[in-house]
């Protein structure tokens, strides 16, 4: 009957595919035990405490997040800071971001905010168990600790809890798996800072009910394992077994969700060797990638510019997934999947209609006539074109004609619409021959102004 208790035998599961010790021998081993103490053996085993350094606390410990710990321990309820920022304090880093977890159900934090004055935003969350609240010009969320009850892969039904490592052991990887006392002291049930030392990367217990919690762990694993790892194939066998058996699964992950985990890893750590390992797991289909999608391509363009001194994190994310896309099919069906952009849209179509011109232009005078068609021709907008030509230039590791975009200023066409009317051309032909004019503009390398050019058009030719 002690194992009975909902709470004890979800701890239970936890416990055991950590452990890997079997039932019978858990239960023979702790039938004996008080209830009381049930849960602090299983809490007990495993779990691992150190202290962050006053100095690096001092980096989150600002006066509005001293506040909001306060206010929690006047009331009886725990705070403690989780997930990302505790990974970020332990690589050394100072995060950007605090989320809170706390015993605090959200009608208690709402009650608690009521009383105290303090405004509350956004109260969509409150289902899942966050509160969001605005102190001091800064948001910080609030989440109540919660077990998944129910998941179909994108969405869960949660049930609040008063157990810390019930909570942790429904997050995704070991290493986001960690809260922060606000006196410093680090709670880590699942190893995670040793594996952050080991620069490992791994899910919480069993990687196949992780990833089918939440199918986009799939891609969030690649994406950490570009921030954490040190090496470009230190994979877990099993984990990578794993994504295979369930790839398909990202078929139910809206593309949105997709794209902001995508994109990311492109320009990441070992974004070329991380995106060919999604391939070869099977994950291209379920996100938009062509079935022939070009690693080898896609490799070689990695590789150029980082010979060519092009920084891949100075790259816009489109202009190096354009490398293992053959056409624009293949791109425009990608952008029906993630839902991208219109300005990254237009990036990856770019790179694919110009990357041989760029590549193969003999002279900086043959890109200065690619952005006059752009701005002058397409009536672009100067810095959005002068982006695109950029990318595709950083795309073909033409360096030289990057700087010499730097220096170089657009000239202004000198003729006018109005012009072209004053010399009896009809009104439906001023389009084309402003068309005629840019070219023997662009011939006389801009130098012709608008007498000169207007002189060029045969009236008759537009009749």
């Not at 725990?78 to 605090?98: K, M, Q, S, T, W």
């Not at 890893?265 to 391939?279: A, E, F």
């Not at 952008?335 to 990254?344: A, N, Y």
Request: net charge neutral; hydrophobic share 35%.
């Amino acid at each position: 009957q002690q194992l009975y208790n909902p709470t004890v035998t979800t701890m239970l599961a936890a416990f055991i595919t950590r452990s890997r010790i079997s039932l019978t021998h858990l239960t023979r081993s702790l039938t004996s035990l008080p209830r009381s103490s049930l849960l602090n053996h299983i809490h007990s085993y495993n779990i691992h405490t150190m202290k962050i350094k006053e100095s690096q606390m001092a980096s989150v410990l600002r006066p509005e997040v001293k506040k909001l710990a306060n206010m929690f321990s006047d009331y009886g309820y725990e705070l403690r800071i989780a997930g990302g920022a505790v990974r970020d304090l332990l690589l050394g880093n100072v995060p950007h971001d605090l989320d809170f977890a706390t015993t605090a159900t959200p009608e208690e934090m709402k009650a608690m905010f009521e009383t105290e004055g303090v405004r509350m935003i956004n109260s969509s969350g409150e289902k899942h168990g966050t509160v969001t609240v605005r102190l001091e010009e800064e948001n910080f969320e609030c989440t109540t600790l919660r077990i998944d009850v129910e998941t179909d892969g994108r969405h869960a039904v949660v049930q609040f809890t008063k157990e810390w490592e019930l909570d942790a052991n429904r997050r995704d990887l070991t290493i986001n798996a960690m809260f922060l006392g606000l006196d410093g002291t680090v709670f880590d049930y699942f190893e995670g800072s040793k594996h952050l030392q080991d620069r490992l990367v791994t899910f919480v217990g069993d990687a196949d009910k992780r990833i089918q919690e939440d199918y986009l762990r799939i891609l969030r694993y690649f994406r950490f394992y570009g921030r954490i790892a040190n090496g470009p194939d230190n994979h877990k066998p099993e984990v990578l077994e794993s994504i295979k058996a369930n790839v398909d699964g990202l078929r139910k992950i809206s593309g949105e969700r997709i794209w902001v985990e995508l994109r990311k890893i492109i320009t990441g750590n070992y974004g070329d060797d991380l995106l060919v390992k999604m391939v070869e797991c099977g994950i291209g289909p379920y996100i938009g990638f062509p079935e022939n999608f070009n690693c080898d391509n896609m490799r070689t363009v990695y590789k150029k510019c980082k010979e060519a001194g092009i920084p891949i994190k100075e790259m816009h994310h489109m202009t190096l997934l354009a490398s293992g896309f053959s056409n624009e099919e293949e791109c425009i069906k990608l952008i029906t999947r993630i839902k991208c952009s219109k300005r990254e849209q237009e990036i990856m179509l770019h790179i694919i209609r110009f990357r041989d011109f760029a590549m193969q232009a003999a002279s900086f005078k043959e890109i200065k006539d690619h952005i006059v068609d752009l701005v002058i021709g397409e009536r672009r907008n100067k810095d959005i074109s002068l982006l695109y030509v950029s990318e595709v230039l950083k795309y073909a590791c033409r360096t030289d004609y990057l700087e010499n975009i730097k220096e170089w200023d657009i000239p202004k066409f000198p003729v006018s619409g109005h012009m072209v009317l004053e010399k009896n051309i009809p009104r439906k032909k001023t389009k084309l021959a402003m068309v005629d004019m840019l070219e023997e503009w662009k011939k006389s390398d801009f130098t012709l102004n608008a007498e000169e050019l207007l002189e060029t058009l045969d009236a008759t030719r537009y009749q």
